[in-house]
């Protein structure tokens, strides 16, 4: 991959007050301001779907169906979670399917982490999912499942049927986190998982393990036999790249077809990365001693690092005309201030440009983390928020917003 140089950022927008964010990258360099920047004046913001809880992923069909993932529905056991329908705007009242999961309270990362729908889903009706299960009788530890369901119309509702475990071997930490569990179809029709590195930093280096790691499978579970360790003694064949701390978020270029992904920290390490078959990612040698440390040799550094960390998590990139001003730029979002970056990748390589398009999710009031981002069949892009005061326990205080071309923009159109 050829070597980009390595830049210093200051970033200071306000939406809806201000904030001062330093982005990064290594080393430090010359610091270029930035304008701040709000919606551009032909979009606007609404709430798709509302009173839901914990929405942390989400797939659209291309009839416009949107599936969504609660994380889990009940803080009190047995935990479960649930896969949900929105025709029209409106969520379907019974579940298209409810899932048993391990222990996720008080706090964990733990749940119904991942949803993808297959690339044939229009025929097929797959529909998969990512859940860390309790302890079974094929497995006696909590563990992570790749799962298949086939969806069915059953009366007015579309339920998941035919419930298959495709993986059962995922690593889940014994702890409570770094988890990972997202889950996309590429564009070569293969899926993709995101394993964090449960919490265990020696992981990030381990070819043994599936944690901290990119997984690639066939859809049937299988694994595809161009994955670049397949002939690795002692690797996991399952491994795509390595060295990533856990990755909340990836998607892959519309023209370019290059995969990017979005990294936890800590500290200065909560990065924007462009991922390779076989990539070393550097996690945990580019953290040492309390400090960041950046061209370790045999690793790839980063593009954007964020500094302080923010708790990137989901990645989509703009895929449509619609919006002009968000056309194949990556949006992704964050944790801790619910905010939704806007990242334009020059071609050629040169430097990125990132801005932030909202904080707290776009609302004026709350404390909002923002879930996960995705591009909608009519030129939408969505994105999922929970509110922070979700632990212990507050259901439904979840959301799902989405930005549209303002109805006015389209009034020159009508003129003529």
Partial sequence: MKKMKAHSFRLILGLPLLLALTIYRLPPATAFPFTPQTLPP????????????FPVAMAFASDGRLFFAERFVDASLPITGTIRLVENGVVQPQPFATLDLADSTPYAEKGLLGLALDPDFADNGYVYTYRTAAPDAGNPAEHGELIRYTAQLSG?????????????????????????????????????????????????????????????????????????????????P???????????????????????????????????????????????????????????????????????????????????????????HLFLGSWTDGNLYQV??????????????????????????????VMGPAGDLYFSCQDDTFFPARPQTGAIYRLQRHWYSYMPLLQH
């Fill in 42 to 53: 032909n979009v606007e913001l609404d709430i798709y779907v509302e009173n839901v809880t």
């Fill in 156 to 236: 007015t509702n579309w339920l998941g049927v035919d419930m298959t475990i495709l993986v059962d071997d995922l690593p889940v930490s014994t702890y409570c986190c770094h988890n990972g569990g997202v889950i996309h179809f590429g564009p070569d029709s293969k899926l993709y998982l995101s394993i964090g590195d449960n919490s265990n930093s020696n992981n990030g280096q381990n070819l043994s393990t599936k944690a901290s790691k990119l997984l690639r499978y066939n859809p049937d579970g299988t694994i595809p036999a161009d994955n670049p360790f397949v002939n690795t003694p002692g690797a996991d």
């Fill in 238 to 328: 399952a491994i795509y790249a390595y060295g990533l701390r856990n990755v909340f978020g990836y998607d892959w270029h519309p023209l370019t077809s290059e995969l990017y992904a979005s990294e936890n920290g800590p500290d200065c390490n909560d990065e924007l990365n462009l991922i390779t078959a076989g990539g070393n990612y550097g996690w945990a040698l580019s953290y040492q001693g309390g400090q960041c440390v950046m061209g370790v040799g045999g690793t790839i550094d980063p593009l954007v690092v964020f500094d302080p960390p923010v708790g990137l998590t989901g990645v989509a990139f703009y895929t449509s005309e619609e919006i002009p001003d968000f056309t194949n």
């Fill in 344 to 373: 334009e990748l020059p071609e050629g390589g040169g430097e990125p440009v990132v801005t932030t398009l909202l904080t707290n999710c776009g609302q004026p009031a709350g404390d909002l983390n923002l879930l996960d981002v």
